[in-house]
């Protein structure tokens, strides 16, 4: 697969290394500032490093503000995934539930714990919780992902995602290479025009 | 800040939040609880108003959940949001027909707009020089209920003065109902090109003082008279949703267009027939042609009926107005006037229009009843495929007594103390929009304090002590009664379709807040507008509708037309002798063109020179983007030595410009055309010192009957300014395949 | 049978309002560039409405005619494309894949109808006007080669809508956004395989034809042209 992207893109890759070098390790620490108070908004990369990591496609694995147990609300708690990723069957997006669908229960339930307390005391100063997305792309693959036409099709969750029922925390699993994407497809006759999904 | 230095710095400082959220929480700001329900990554559809002119067409808005930065408790944070994301027309809305015209569409970016005024501002250092500080709505009320307790206290309360845009629907009944409360005098209205020549002539002519609304879907034969009717004038969506119908609807028939003007419009380059005209004489060719349809007994005078009787010398053929005469005047050869008359009796059912330029001129109402008289003449007037008048719901009394911008202005310059203490400013900016010689910029500057509920900082605002931005239409409930362009009778109403995005406030509300807290108060009926939208509605629906159902549709309108065509009740007796032909500013020797302002088609009259999307929209006639122009005939450009894109002045009696030039065969060799818009001071980046503005050299000339700005009867010299570039170039985007020219792309 | 997609422009509707350059700017994130790039070529319209004059002062006509992307059957941009980045979908859209492409720019040198646009630089939008970027559009970014995609991401989604619906995708479903927007009704779009279609019957009518149809690109946009004055109805006018 890698070596497929460097070949096309061999010049931008030299142009990248050579800058990377020139620029020094100081650049790869990434983004240093908390705020992000820029005046615009641009496809940009906001430094060298996350130039070099997009072009690999690379992206750093999640930091959650919360160890959030998948487990224990769908083994014991016996929700469905799209109890709470209210949107999956609707639209594009799955959805991270915001921090009221988990106030609605944890308001009152299992208050005592360490992790149901940071989120209280997210909810106290009015914020959300910051959780970090697990999937996705780069934006320069360009890759628009519709969610519900997958539902539609009776692809299971865990086909892409995982057995997230047996998870703490979100996972990546699975990678969710073109190829992988394109296999499927092919195996149940989903269109593979760029378009379908790029664009 | 430039543009370009923008461009620049992305490389370097470009915020990537494409993929916000992947990675670590510290290093990102922080998020906080959303305050309504969302399914992110569904879009839903609201209706809404568009307000950006006098049409009111009906919107579907597209919102769509995402992140906005925001403000709370004095933190930066993101909150996720349902955010406008798109506009479309109402599909099932009476005037819009689920369309949209460009400058509705860009009404998007008033919202999001980057120098949108985000919370009140007060002035702080002298006025008109800039500065501004950011202050709360506390302090802002307290500001405000300060000078108008001071004025009640004096006994002084009509020296509260109101200046607007026309208003319409419950903001007008509660404009009018607090200033009359108050003990205020009834508010100023403002616009740059109004329509009051063409209101008072259809009072006249047939006793609606309103914009008339045109059947073209079954018209076999117009005939326009200088109206943009498809392009900038009355209800732009509606006629060409029915244009495109009068064309390819009907099997069989195709009805033939033709335009009288002097220089080609976006609407005049879409007929089948465009006759260029001498400018002001529009209404000499109405009764050319009525002469000889009176002549080749097509119809009689008395046809007309009272609209005839508007018009001297009518009843008895229009003697002075045969076909030889009328060419003399208008320029418009006999044999032409002779078969225009024949093929316009002939095709019924045919309508005449005006509007725009022909009315802008001292004999305006003169021309308008010529082409009303004609209407009436072949029976056009409320019969299918002819004009008709809009049924108005009952939505609240107009008020008598208005003084005009040029009279208040007047009046304040001569006394010695003036006349209005307090001016709250509305959706207006006359220091841009008038001429010179009104001189409302050193009016303003003697009124003691001055209010502005715009959002925009543009130079009238820039004049105002204290600054109370309004929500924006998407933010606000908002309402129209729409003057013209539907036989129904239509009451649009619409409730924000997002949470507002800054510190604002709706103009409305903040209206019955200050009432409210006034030291001898004004207690308007009404907790909120709201509740006030509600009761109208309530008082006006029939019993199948109730509230919820009208906000579902964005309105409530009849089913069937309901309205009278022609209200003989309301006709006044015959006017006195009107002038025929136009008065100009500037002797011919030394002033040899007519100039001829117009609205642009991106900026109608520059209140929206701030939007980027129209400013680097391709103007239709020109292809110019970010620039504005001065048109000239091919060969007048020849004999003055002017080629396309030189920088040329344009000069009256009372001012100088510049502007480049556009060579254009679709304009007479005696007239230049300038489209109004561009030229602002001040107004947001975008806008802000670029290109001249027409009317800033334009003559007091104005129509004697409703005292509007003649703004079409200035006359002006041009000559190339050699070695000089123009200051704003014209930068077009090459309007066709074969004169693309390869550079960059 | 698979979907190939067109349309058809009815000159004589058309009143050159420009709706449809707006609308298209809104849906698919096309930046504005500030007057300087533009005075050097580089504004992005996907659609623009081209304008023709004929004649001389006083007997001169304007004509005006909406361009964008013909979605060629037989497209230049395509062959030339070293990345495949220009090519062909099995509904007939010249797809313009934006991950594939590495700016060679052959395919906009290779185009008839000059529908392709170089981003030169990134954009940039000055905040919060990003907010109403549409989230189903990429925002392209600098070295990426744009162009009309007949509104791709409306096509797929009345598809699926249609799918999740339980039927096919009925003729007036779909509509890219200069469609929706079209005031006049002169802009048509549809199925060239449904002989019923609204476009297909349009492309059928004898004042159409299509833009520089010599070259033998194949487009598949039909521009009817302007109609004369007639009255069939009309006893008076035999």
Redesign the interface.
Request: aromatic residues 8%; charged residues 20%.
């Given at each position: 697969m890698l070596k497929v992207r460097v070949g096309?893109?061999k010049?931008?890759l030299g142009v990248l290394v050579a800058s990377a070098l020139l620029a020094g390790v100081w650049s790869l620490k990434?983004?240093?500032?908390?705020?992000?108070?820029?005046?615009?908004?641009?496809?940009?990369?906001?430094s060298i490093s996350?130039a070099i990591s997009h072009f690999f496609g690379y992206?750093?694995e999640?930091?959650q503000?919360i160890a959030f147990p998948h487990n224990v609300h769908v083994q014991d708690v016996e929700l469905a995934c799209m109890d709470c990723h209210?949107?999956a069957a609707?639209?594009?997006?799955a959805?991270?539930p915001?921090?009221?669908t988990c106030w609605n229960c944890h308001a009152t339930t299992a208050t005592d714990r360490a992790e149901i307390q940071k989120m209280k005391g997210y909810?106290d100063k009015?914020?959300?919780?910051?959780?970090?997305?697990v999937w996705?792309w780069?934006?320069?693959?360009?890759?628009?992902f519709?969610h519900?036409?997958h539902i539609?099709a009776k692809v299971d969750c865990a086909t892409c995602h995982g057995d997230v029922a047996q998870m703490t925390v979100a996972t990546r699993e699975i990678q969710h290479t073109m190829e992988f994407c394109v296999t499927c497809h092919k195996e149940k006759g989903a269109?593979n025009?760029?378009?379908?999904c790029?664009? | 800040m430039d543009r370009r230095n923008f461009i620049k710095t992305t490389a370097a400082a470009g915020a990537s939040a494409t993929l916000a959220g992947c990675g670590n929480p510290e290093t990102q700001l922080i998020r906080f609880i959303p305050e309504e329900p969302l399914f992110p990554g569904i879009a839903t559809w609201k209706p809404s108003i568009c307000p950006l002119c006098s049409a009111g067409c009906g919107l579907h808005v597209r919102v769509m959940d995402g992140e906005a930065e925001v403000v709370r408790n004095g933190e930066k944070g993101l909150l996720k949001m349902g955010l406008a994301k798109k506009l479309e027309g109402n599909p099932q809305h009476p005037i819009s027909h689920g369309k949209l015209c460009a400058r509705g569409q860009a009404g998007i970016q008033l919202t999001y707009h980057p120098d949108r005024i985000r919370q009140p501002l007060r002035r702080t250092g002298p006025r008109g020089s800039g500065p501004f500080q950011e202050i709360s709505w506390d302090d802002a009320m307290a500001d405000v209920l300060l000078r108008l307790n001071a004025i009640a206290a004096a006994d002084q309360q009509k020296t509260l003065g109101f200046l607007t845009r026309r208003l319409r629907g419950q903001r007008n009944v509660l404009i009018s109902t607090f200033l009359k409360e108050f003990g205020a005098p009834p508010a100023t209205l403002f616009e740059v090109f109004s329509d009051d020549v063409l209101r008072e002539a259809n009072r006249q002519s047939f006793g609606f003082e309103q914009l008339p609304t045109f059947d073209l879907a079954r018209s076999r034969y117009v005939l326009s008279f200088g109206a943009d009717f498809l392009g900038t004038w009355n209800s732009p969506v509606a006629h060409s949703v029915a244009y495109g119908e009068m064309r390819q609807g009907r099997p069989g028939v195709r009805a033939k267009f033709v335009q009288v003007e002097p220089r080609m419009s976006q609407t005049g380059a879409n007929a089948d027939e465009w006759v260029p005209v001498k400018p002001g004489t529009e209404g000499i060719l109405a009764l050319g042609i009525a002469h000889v349809i009176f002549k080749a007994n097509l119809r009689t005078p008395s046809a007309a009926g009272r609209a005839g009787d508007r018009i001297d010398g009518w009843n008895t053929g229009l003697q002075a107005y045969t076909p030889e005469a009328v060419e003399k005047r208008t320029g418009v050869a006999t044999a032409r006037i002779e078969r225009l008359a024949r093929e316009f009796a002939d095709n019924s059912p045919a309508v005449a229009i005006i509007g725009g330029a022909p009315l802008a001129h001292t004999n305006g109402i003169f021309q308008a009843l010529a082409v009303n008289a004609l209407n009436a003449l072949v029976g056009s007037v409320g019969e299918e495929g002819g004009l008709s008048f809009t049924p108005h719901p009952d939505t609240g009394t107009a008020q008598a007594g208005r003084r005009g911008l040029r009279e208040l202005a007047a009046e304040i310059l001569s006394s010695s103390s003036s006349p209005v203490q307090v001016l709250f400013l509305n959706d207006a900016n006359p220091v841009f929009g008038t001429p010179p010689a009104w001189r409302v910029a050193e009016a303003l500057a003697k009124v003691p304090y001055i209010v502005s509920f715009g959002s925009f900082l543009d130079e009238t605002s820039l004049i105002a002590d204290l600054i109370l931005p309004d929500h924006s239409f998407l933010e606000s409930w908002v309402d129209d009664v729409p003057e013209s362009g539907t036989a129904l009778s239509v009451a649009s109403v619409a409730a924000p379709v997002m949470r507002p995005l800054h510190q604002t406030r709706s103009m409305p509300d903040v209206v019955l807040d200050i009432g409210r807290q006034l030291q001898r108060p004004v207690v308007l009926p009404w907790n909120n507008y709201e509740d006030m939208l509600k009761a109208a509605f309530a008082a006006l629906a029939d019993k199948s509708s109730n509230w919820d159902k009208i906000l579902e549709n964005g309105g409530w309108w009849s089913t069937a037309s309901t309205g009278p065509s022609v209200n003989p009740a309301r006709v006044t007796p015959a006017a006195a002798t009107l002038q025929a032909d136009p008065q100009f500013d500037g002797r011919a020797e030394d002033y040899p063109f007519h100039f001829l302002p117009y609205a642009s088609q991106a900026f109608l009259d520059g209140s929206l020179a701030h939007l980027p999307w129209l400013q680097e929209l391709p103007d239709v006639i020109s292809t110019a983007m970010w620039s504005n122009w001065v048109e000239i005939n091919p060969v007048t450009a020849r004999d003055l030595g002017i080629a396309q894109g030189d920088a040329v002045e344009v000069r009256s009696v009372h001012g100088t410009i510049q502007a480049p030039a556009l060579i254009s065969p679709g304009i007479a060799p005696d007239v230049v055309a300038m489209p109004v818009g561009q030229g602002h001071a001040t107004y947001t980046r975008y806008a802000s010192g670029r290109g001249s503005n027409p009317v800033s050299i334009l003559a007091d000339l104005t129509e004697p009957v409703t005292g509007a700005l003649a703004w079409a009867a200035t006359r002006v010299g041009i000559r190339k300014l050699d070695n000089a570039a123009p200051t704003t170039p014209l930068i077009v985007f090459a309007g066709a395949l074969r004169e693309h020219e390869e550079r960059h792309r | 049978m698979p979907h190939r997609w067109g349309m058809a422009v009815d000159l004589d509707r058309c009143t050159g309002c420009e709706a449809c350059v707006v609308a298209c700017h809104a849906e698919n994130n096309i930046p504005t560039v500030g007057a300087d790039e533009a005075a050097r070529g580089r504004a992005k319209h996907w659609i623009r409405v081209e304008r023709y004059w004929e004649g001389e002062f006083p007997d001169v006509r304007l004509k005006f005619r909406p361009v964008l992307c013909q979605q060629c059957d037989n497209a230049p941009c395509e062959p030339v494309c070293p990345t495949y980045a220009s090519s062909h979908t099995s509904e007939g859209l010249n797809a313009q894949v934006y991950n594939r492409c590495i700016g060679t720019r052959y395919c906009a040198n290779a185009c008839s109808y000059d529908v392709r646009f170089f981003n030169f630089f990134n954009p940039v939008w000055e905040k919060p006007l990003h907010l109403q970027l549409n989230p189903d559009v990429s925002v392209r970014e600098q070295g990426v080669m744009e162009k009309c995609t007949f509104c791709v991401q409306r096509i797929n989604a009345g598809k699926i809508a249609a799918k999740a619906e339980g039927h096919e995708v009925r003729d007036g479903d779909i509509s890219p956004a200069c469609v929706q927007s079209c005031t006049a009704n002169a802009l048509v779009f549809g199925d060239l395989n449904d002989p019923d279609s609204a476009v297909s019957r349009l492309s059928r009518s004898p004042r159409g034809s299509k833009l520089l149809e010599d070259l033998g690109t194949e487009p598949k946009v039909t521009y009817l042209e302007r109609d004369a004055w007639h009255d069939a109805g009309d006893p008076r006018r035999g």
């Amino acid at each position: 697969m890698l070596k497929v992207r460097v070949g096309r893109h061999k010049w931008k890759l030299g142009v990248l290394v050579a800058s990377a070098l020139l620029a020094g390790v100081w650049s790869l620490k990434g983004q240093a500032t908390r705020p992000d108070t820029n005046a615009i908004f641009s496809p940009a990369h906001g430094s060298i490093s996350e130039a070099i990591s997009h072009f690999f496609g690379y992206r750093p694995e999640p930091v959650q503000p919360i160890a959030f147990p998948h487990n224990v609300h769908v083994q014991d708690v016996e929700l469905a995934c799209m109890d709470c990723h209210i949107s999956a069957a609707r639209g594009p997006q799955a959805s991270i539930p915001d921090i009221r669908t988990c106030w609605n229960c944890h308001a009152t339930t299992a208050t005592d714990r360490a992790e149901i307390q940071k989120m209280k005391g997210y909810f106290d100063k009015g914020q959300d919780i910051p959780w970090q997305r697990v999937w996705g792309w780069v934006e320069e693959s360009h890759v628009r992902f519709n969610h519900a036409p997958h539902i539609l099709a009776k692809v299971d969750c865990a086909t892409c995602h995982g057995d997230v029922a047996q998870m703490t925390v979100a996972t990546r699993e699975i990678q969710h290479t073109m190829e992988f994407c394109v296999t499927c497809h092919k195996e149940k006759g989903a269109s593979n025009d760029c378009v379908t999904c790029h664009y | 800040m430039d543009r370009r230095n923008f461009i620049k710095t992305t490389a370097a400082a470009g915020a990537s939040a494409t993929l916000a959220g992947c990675g670590n929480p510290e290093t990102q700001l922080i998020r906080f609880i959303p305050e309504e329900p969302l399914f992110p990554g569904i879009a839903t559809w609201k209706p809404s108003i568009c307000p950006l002119c006098s049409a009111g067409c009906g919107l579907h808005v597209r919102v769509m959940d995402g992140e906005a930065e925001v403000v709370r408790n004095g933190e930066k944070g993101l909150l996720k949001m349902g955010l406008a994301k798109k506009l479309e027309g109402n599909p099932q809305h009476p005037i819009s027909h689920g369309k949209l015209c460009a400058r509705g569409q860009a009404g998007i970016q008033l919202t999001y707009h980057p120098d949108r005024i985000r919370q009140p501002l007060r002035r702080t250092g002298p006025r008109g020089s800039g500065p501004f500080q950011e202050i709360s709505w506390d302090d802002a009320m307290a500001d405000v209920l300060l000078r108008l307790n001071a004025i009640a206290a004096a006994d002084q309360q009509k020296t509260l003065g109101f200046l607007t845009r026309r208003l319409r629907g419950q903001r007008n009944v509660l404009i009018s109902t607090f200033l009359k409360e108050f003990g205020a005098p009834p508010a100023t209205l403002f616009e740059v090109f109004s329509d009051d020549v063409l209101r008072e002539a259809n009072r006249q002519s047939f006793g609606f003082e309103q914009l008339p609304t045109f059947d073209l879907a079954r018209s076999r034969y117009v005939l326009s008279f200088g109206a943009d009717f498809l392009g900038t004038w009355n209800s732009p969506v509606a006629h060409s949703v029915a244009y495109g119908e009068m064309r390819q609807g009907r099997p069989g028939v195709r009805a033939k267009f033709v335009q009288v003007e002097p220089r080609m419009s976006q609407t005049g380059a879409n007929a089948d027939e465009w006759v260029p005209v001498k400018p002001g004489t529009e209404g000499i060719l109405a009764l050319g042609i009525a002469h000889v349809i009176f002549k080749a007994n097509l119809r009689t005078p008395s046809a007309a009926g009272r609209a005839g009787d508007r018009i001297d010398g009518w009843n008895t053929g229009l003697q002075a107005y045969t076909p030889e005469a009328v060419e003399k005047r208008t320029g418009v050869a006999t044999a032409r006037i002779e078969r225009l008359a024949r093929e316009f009796a002939d095709n019924s059912p045919a309508v005449a229009i005006i509007g725009g330029a022909p009315l802008a001129h001292t004999n305006g109402i003169f021309q308008a009843l010529a082409v009303n008289a004609l209407n009436a003449l072949v029976g056009s007037v409320g019969e299918e495929g002819g004009l008709s008048f809009t049924p108005h719901p009952d939505t609240g009394t107009a008020q008598a007594g208005r003084r005009g911008l040029r009279e208040l202005a007047a009046e304040i310059l001569s006394s010695s103390s003036s006349p209005v203490q307090v001016l709250f400013l509305n959706d207006a900016n006359p220091v841009f929009g008038t001429p010179p010689a009104w001189r409302v910029a050193e009016a303003l500057a003697k009124v003691p304090y001055i209010v502005s509920f715009g959002s925009f900082l543009d130079e009238t605002s820039l004049i105002a002590d204290l600054i109370l931005p309004d929500h924006s239409f998407l933010e606000s409930w908002v309402d129209d009664v729409p003057e013209s362009g539907t036989a129904l009778s239509v009451a649009s109403v619409a409730a924000p379709v997002m949470r507002p995005l800054h510190q604002t406030r709706s103009m409305p509300d903040v209206v019955l807040d200050i009432g409210r807290q006034l030291q001898r108060p004004v207690v308007l009926p009404w907790n909120n507008y709201e509740d006030m939208l509600k009761a109208a509605f309530a008082a006006l629906a029939d019993k199948s509708s109730n509230w919820d159902k009208i906000l579902e549709n964005g309105g409530w309108w009849s089913t069937a037309s309901t309205g009278p065509s022609v209200n003989p009740a309301r006709v006044t007796p015959a006017a006195a002798t009107l002038q025929a032909d136009p008065q100009f500013d500037g002797r011919a020797e030394d002033y040899p063109f007519h100039f001829l302002p117009y609205a642009s088609q991106a900026f109608l009259d520059g209140s929206l020179a701030h939007l980027p999307w129209l400013q680097e929209l391709p103007d239709v006639i020109s292809t110019a983007m970010w620039s504005n122009w001065v048109e000239i005939n091919p060969v007048t450009a020849r004999d003055l030595g002017i080629a396309q894109g030189d920088a040329v002045e344009v000069r009256s009696v009372h001012g100088t410009i510049q502007a480049p030039a556009l060579i254009s065969p679709g304009i007479a060799p005696d007239v230049v055309a300038m489209p109004v818009g561009q030229g602002h001071a001040t107004y947001t980046r975008y806008a802000s010192g670029r290109g001249s503005n027409p009317v800033s050299i334009l003559a007091d000339l104005t129509e004697p009957v409703t005292g509007a700005l003649a703004w079409a009867a200035t006359r002006v010299g041009i000559r190339k300014l050699d070695n000089a570039a123009p200051t704003t170039p014209l930068i077009v985007f090459a309007g066709a395949l074969r004169e693309h020219e390869e550079r960059h792309r | 049978m698979p979907h190939r997609w067109g349309m058809a422009v009815d000159l004589d509707r058309c009143t050159g309002c420009e709706a449809c350059v707006v609308a298209c700017h809104a849906e698919n994130n096309i930046p504005t560039v500030g007057a300087d790039e533009a005075a050097r070529g580089r504004a992005k319209h996907w659609i623009r409405v081209e304008r023709y004059w004929e004649g001389e002062f006083p007997d001169v006509r304007l004509k005006f005619r909406p361009v964008l992307c013909q979605q060629c059957d037989n497209a230049p941009c395509e062959p030339v494309c070293p990345t495949y980045a220009s090519s062909h979908t099995s509904e007939g859209l010249n797809a313009q894949v934006y991950n594939r492409c590495i700016g060679t720019r052959y395919c906009a040198n290779a185009c008839s109808y000059d529908v392709r646009f170089f981003n030169f630089f990134n954009p940039v939008w000055e905040k919060p006007l990003h907010l109403q970027l549409n989230p189903d559009v990429s925002v392209r970014e600098q070295g990426v080669m744009e162009k009309c995609t007949f509104c791709v991401q409306r096509i797929n989604a009345g598809k699926i809508a249609a799918k999740a619906e339980g039927h096919e995708v009925r003729d007036g479903d779909i509509s890219p956004a200069c469609v929706q927007s079209c005031t006049a009704n002169a802009l048509v779009f549809g199925d060239l395989n449904d002989p019923d279609s609204a476009v297909s019957r349009l492309s059928r009518s004898p004042r159409g034809s299509k833009l520089l149809e010599d070259l033998g690109t194949e487009p598949k946009v039909t521009y009817l042209e302007r109609d004369a004055w007639h009255d069939a109805g009309d006893p008076r006018r035999g």
